[in-house]
């Protein structure tokens, strides 16, 4: 009987999975034509072994910025050139302040031409792999310690979801298919994923799945429609252009950049949408637990109440985290002396209102909906 009743969610998990592994096998990224075949830029590890000069000062006009340069010796830890030992030059500036002491390891850009012997290289940034490596095994110890059997699944969960952009989404976008139905796909296949592992099937999964899903559709058609009144879309985006660059770079393909805003609307919203959609179907759950008589009004009604707790901060979190997105673009307009309505109709700026709200609205929406189908469901059960 046990066995059984975890079928259902055995068969939806491992779908998930498949779906994931042929769909990351078909959308394998096609390589951009090189415009010069000759001609490569690596990406690759140094490690300085000697500072054979420097010369540098505090700027106090730039908020004690380092400005000077640096020679030194390092030696190439990784790719083709492993091995070999240059001299590189590393200058130091407000905008590139990368001081580097004998033992830094530092990201390189190295150039080449196959047509000419050696090659050139310029410092990128520090090396972080040891920092972000730390600061992702505190996270999964914080989410194991706090959050048990429970933090454990929702870090598959999170695995999952970025497997299925990385590996599916931007792929396949890169072929040429369309953004956004792509991005509903993956949203469906996240949503039915992350919620099965948590809670099973289940009437409570099943209504926040909906909930969720169908909060996701709606943010879409709403900042689509936005986007098209206001004349704005993915091409207005700052790496619009170099997208139309790499697209000019795979052949026979078209990209798809005009729906990337939208996509990217729904893929911020997704979370925070989800969370509330299962809170939302977890309380009503207990509710019928504890009282299987309620009805579907009563259930509705108390989801309702518990939601509208919820909207406040959750609209409030959203809202503020788009603002700080953009916040140096604000602060920028607003040192140029930008009036109020100069700024509101810049399109930096009605692309974040248009994400910001479009994500609010389809968070709000996530408890009357999430509430409907939950007290539909459990009150179909309680007949049955």
Known sequence: MEGRSKLPEIIVISVCVLALVFGAFFARKTEPAENNPYYTIEYELVKVTQILHESYAVDGETENALRGSQSLNVVVLTGRFKGDVMPLNNYLGPLHEKLAKKGTVLTVTITSDSREDGYQMSVVNYDYTLLIAGMIALFVLTAVVVGRKKGVMSLIGLAYSLLAILFFLV???????????????????????????????????????????????????????????????????????????????????????????????????????????????????????????????????????????????????????????????????????????????????IMELIRGIAGSIGLMLAVPLTAGAASALLAKRKKA
Not at 176 to 198: E, H, N, Q
Not at 205 to 210: D, P
Not at 236 to 255: H, K, V
Not at 305 to 316: F, Q, W
């Open 171 to 349: 792929p396949m976008w890169l072929k040429g298919y369309r953004a956004i139905p792509l991005t509903l796909t993956v949203c469906a296949f996240i949503t039915a994923f992350s919620f099965t592992l948590l809670g099973g099937i289940s009437a409570k999964t099943v209504s926040a799945m909906l909930g969720a899903f169908l909060c996701v559709l709606f943010s879409c058609g709403f900042a689509a429609a936005c986007g098209a009144i206001a004349g704005v879309s993915g091409m207005n985006m700052e790496e619009a252009e170099w997208l139309l660059d790499e697209s000019r770079a795979l052949p026979g393909i078209t990209l798809n950049v005009r729906g990337l805003l939208v996509s990217g609307i729904m893929i911020s919203a997704l979370g925070a949408v989800m969370d509330v959609a299962m809170s939302i179907a977890s309380a009503l759950y207990e509710l019928h637990s504890v009282e299987p008589s309620l009805t579907s009004g009563k259930l509705f009604s108390s989801g309702m109440n518990i939601g509208r707790d919820m909207i406040g901060t959750m609209t409030n979190t959203l809202i503020l985290a788009f603002v700080g997105s953009s916040l140096n673009l604000i602060i920028i307009m607003s040192a140029a002396g930008m009036q109020f309505y100069q700024l509101i109709n810049n399109n930096d700026v």
